[in-house]
């Protein structure tokens, strides 16, 4: 497994921007497929982003043209870069690596987004 700790979360003001990392200690940070989640109060979590081991992207239709998920095998981090941020994107964003082969399956603890006026 892998421990992962979020940073970058913070309140902005909409149309504004921040970067979230997660950083990811031990050895199979480069074969997880890596996740950015995010659960807003009183609803269910959800992917938002993903990155695979290879470098393939996907998003969210709600975050497309407005998200970009990377990776930085050598520094074990992934980040999350959120540009035009809307009040909806008010969440706690979790960072999750994930491989099922490896039975690899970890999470952050989480951090706070905040989108307001």
């Known amino acids: 497994q892998v421990q992962l700790v979020e940073s970058g979360g913070g309140l902005v003001q909409p149309g504004g921007s921040l970067r979230l990392s997660c950083k990811a200690s031990?050895?199979?940070?480069?074969?997880?497929?890596m996740r950015w989640y995010r659960q807003a109060p009183g609803k269910e979590r959800e992917l938002v982003a993903q990155i695979s081991s290879g470098g393939s992207t996907n998003y969210a239709d709600s975050v497309k043209g407005r998200f970009t998920i990377s990776r930085d095998n050598a520094n074990n981090t992934v980040y999350l870069q959120m540009n035009s941020l809307k009040p909806e994107d008010t969440a706690v964003y979790y960072c999750?690596?994930?491989?099922?082969?490896?039975?690899?399956?970890?999470w952050g603890q989480g951090t706070q987004v905040t989108v307001s006026s």
């Open positions: 031990g050895n199979m940070f480069s074969i997880a497929n």
């Open positions: 999750n690596a994930h491989n099922i082969f490896y039975r690899l399956n970890s």
